[in-house]
Nanobody
Framework: QVQLVESGGGLVQAGDSLRLSCAAS????????MGWFRQAPGKEREFVAA????????DYGDSVKGRFTIVRDISKNTVYLQMNSLKPEDTAVYYC?????????????????WGQGTQVTVSS
């Protein structure tokens, strides 16, 4: 059973950068593909980024492509989401997720384990 704990959220201004962390325990990240999702108030959960179990492949949602980067550090059993050029529309609760499958996936149902989420608020 993998446990995921996100951290690094906070209140920033538009144009700022922020790095979210997702620390895993109870399993080795190299055995899982990882993803980040977000949910804004009144909206459905949205795919943000994913990385394959090998770390070779990644995928990004259209709204964050070119601004966000997903990175794994196997030595720390942690996956990061580097967020640059933040916009007010990036405001949401960000969730980390792990899936037993090897490839990247944009679908929530493909993920077996979820963190509790961390709030990111971007002011204009």
């Amino acid at each position: 059973q993998v446990q995921l704990v996100e951290s690094g959220g906070g209140l920033v201004q538009a144009g700022d950068s922020l790095r979210l962390s997702c620390a895993a325990s109870g399993g080795t990240l190299s055995n899982y593909a990882m993803g980040w999702f977000r949910q804004a108030p009144g909206k459905e959960r949205e795919f943000v980024a994913a990385v394959s179990w090998s770390g070779v492949s990644n995928d990004y949602g259209d709204s964050v492509k070119g601004r966000f980067t997903i990175v794994r550090d196997i030595s720390k059993n942690t996956v990061y989401l580097q967020m640059n050029s933040l916009k007010p529309e990036d405001t949401a609760v960000y969730y980390c997720a792990a899936r037993s499958g090897r490839g990247v996936s944009r679908g929530e149902l493909a993920y077996n384990y979820w963190g509790q989420g961390t709030q990111v608020t971007v002011s204009s």
